[in-house]
């Protein structure tokens, strides 16, 4: 087998395949088969994960309890790559025989280090805008800031950052528009809070699957990386490509739907202001169907007075829809025969995973894109914080605070 894991070699899951098919009665005890011996890395927050097939008595000499990871070693012929900090989470025997037997062959199920980044908890609120005064003025409320002053883009990612617990913060890959708004992470794994600011902002996190560090990159984007190694491996090694193709109609809307919230609900109790931008790319755009739209959730809050931050924010968000859409959401799936090198890191601003197997055919690695888990944009954007309080009325009077503030319109909170 081309493959080992904390110096040990895997089981061949063709032979234990063939071995229990000498009897009928073990063959339903295959779901393991044609995930064995497998380690997928995916683009983001999500845990890379595998399976690989270890006899119990090289599991023994691992000391599983003990050691908190191992390195996974890949091998064909000609190259070998190292995985690095890959830890197993749980084993299952899929072979009959005595309990004590050396020989018996465990399915073992193994995690990147994200897996215990899951552990790691935020709990803070940024730059969460307070409720009009009886004036009308709004402001940040003060908790939620960097010490009174707005977190900025840069902030607030170096502080998720630390939080992961992670060094040396990279920055984000552009300088996005204005000041975060309204982010609500409580009790939140705090690698999750990350990837929700970094899709926002139309990026990634990426951990390398050699070394286990981490960068950010902005999805869509031309990456000479990517194309280098896809280019080195297809000369040679190409063992299948779906080839995948999709017309524009389907996947490009005639608009982008940018959606914010605001500060005070519509009187009818509508939370949310919206701003159609018409497609930026000229040509998908006239494939498009008409009254489509996209929607895409944005953490800027409406206030009534900035429609030109709107207005800049929403282009933006457009642009960065288009250009995901185009690059990085163009689904592919290729698998080649053997590693690359270290330089092929594959994943990054237009591949979503990685993978390396050997389940019994030699040592393959398959290369696949597609878009991105969703983000559940509304438990992180909750809009306004507090309520008018007391204190902050006219005269004390809430009642009279409100009619003077805002006449007999009815007051709503988003």
């Known amino acids: 087998m081309g493959m080992s894991f904390g110096g040990l070699p895997v ?17 339903i005890a295959r779901d393991w088969y044609g995930h064995a ?47 690095s900090e890959i830890s197993p989470v749980k084993c299952w025997c899929i072979t009959p025989g005595h309990h004590n037997d050396p020989n018996r062959v465990y399915a073992v199920e193994i995690v990147d280090k994200r897996y215990y980044m899951y552990q790691r908890y935020h709990a803070a609120s ?16 003060e ?12 902030e607030l990612g170096e502080e998720l950052w630390g939080s992961m617990g992670l060094t040396s ?67 040679a090694d190409i063992l299948w490509d779906e080839d995948w193709r999709e017309p524009f109609k389907p996947v490009i809307p005639e608009k982008v739907r940018v959606i914010f919230r605001r500060l005070l609900a519509e009187a009818d109790g509508n939370p949310y ?10 040509e998908p755009y006239s494939y498009s169907k008409s009254g489509t739209r996209a929607i895409v959730w944005d953490d800027l809050i409406h206030t009534g007075s900035n429609s030109t931050d709107l207005d800049n924010r929403a282009d ?19 698998h080649y025969r053997g590693v690359g090198t270290v330089s092929d890191v594959w994943i990054g601003s237009l591949c979503s995973q990685v993978s390396f197997q ?31 309080t007391e204190v902050q009325c006219v005269g004390n009077d809430v009642q009279e605070t409100l009619l003077t503030a805002w006449g007999s319109r009815p007051l709503r909170f988003s």
């Open 358 to 388: 050997d389940i019994g055919e030699g040592v393959h690695t398959v290369v696949e894109a597609e878009p991105l888990p969703p983000v559940d944009w509304p438990a992180y954007l909750h809009g306004v914080g507090e309520l008018v």
């Open 143 to 154: 908790e939620t800031t960097n010490g009174g002053t707005a977190f900025t883009w840069d």
């Open 169 to 235: 913060w990279p920055g984000w890959p552009f300088t996005p528009h204005g000041t975060p708004e309204s982010w609500h992470f409580w009790q939140v794994p705090a690698i999750v809070a990350f990837q929700a600011v970094a899709r926002r902002l139309g990026c990634s996190l990426r951990m390398n699957p050699y070394t286990a560090a981490f960068d950010i990159v902005r999805l869509g984007e031309d990456d000479p990386a990517f194309t280098a190694s896809e280019e080195s491996m297809r000369v």
């Open 273 to 282: 202001y919206t701003k159609d931008i018409t497609y930026p790319n000229p």
């Open 126 to 141: 940024y730059n969460v805008k307070r409720a009009p005064d009886h004036t009308g003025a709004t402001d940040y409320i």
């Open 316 to 334: 933006e968000r457009a642009e960065d829809y288009a250009r995901i859409v185009e690059n990085f959401n163009a689904r592919l799936y290729r």
């Open 11 to 27: 089981q061949c899951p063709k032979a234990i395949a063939r071995y229990l098919g000498k009897d009928t009665a073990f063959t």
């Open 37 to 83: 011996n497998r380690m997928s890395f995916p683009l983001g927050a999500e845990p890379g994960r595998g399976v690989i097939l270890l006899k119990k008595s090289q599991i023994d000499e691992l000391t599983f309890d003990d050691i908190e990871s191992f390195d996974l070693v890949i091998t064909d012929q000609l190259r070998r790559i190292t995985c």
